[in-house]
């Protein structure tokens, strides 16, 4: 009767250990999944390098037009008033 009950709780105790160690393995899989969703996410709102270059270009090029209209405009107020 010993043994009987020894075997059981023996088998009781790597029931719940194999129990414990799939679920971790489930939980390990979800966060693995949720961590790749979120890279992809975070890819999609972030600009890229290049895209970055060129939206600083655009700003940099209109500042460039606004300098020489400014210098134009000057240049023309201090004629005007020789």
Same mark, same amino acid.
């Given at each position: 009767?010993?043994?009987? =009950?020894?075997?059981?709780? =023996?088998?009781?105790?790597?029931? =719940? ?12 899989? @979800? ?7 979120? @890279? ?8 890229? @390098? ?24 000057? @240049? ?7």
């Amino acid at each position: 009767m010993d043994m009987i =009950l020894w075997n059981g709780g =023996l088998s009781l105790v790597v029931a =719940l250990i194999l129990l414990w160690v799939k679920t971790s393995q489930d939980e390990v899989k @979800r966060v693995s999944i949720l961590l790749s969703k979120t @890279r992809e996410e975070g890819a999609e709102k972030y600009v890229t @390098r290049s895209e970055l270059h060129t939206d600083i270009n655009r700003v940099i090029d209109r500042l460039d037009r606004l300098d020489t209209k400014l210098d134009t405009f000057i @240049r023309e107020q201090k004629s005007a008033l020789n």
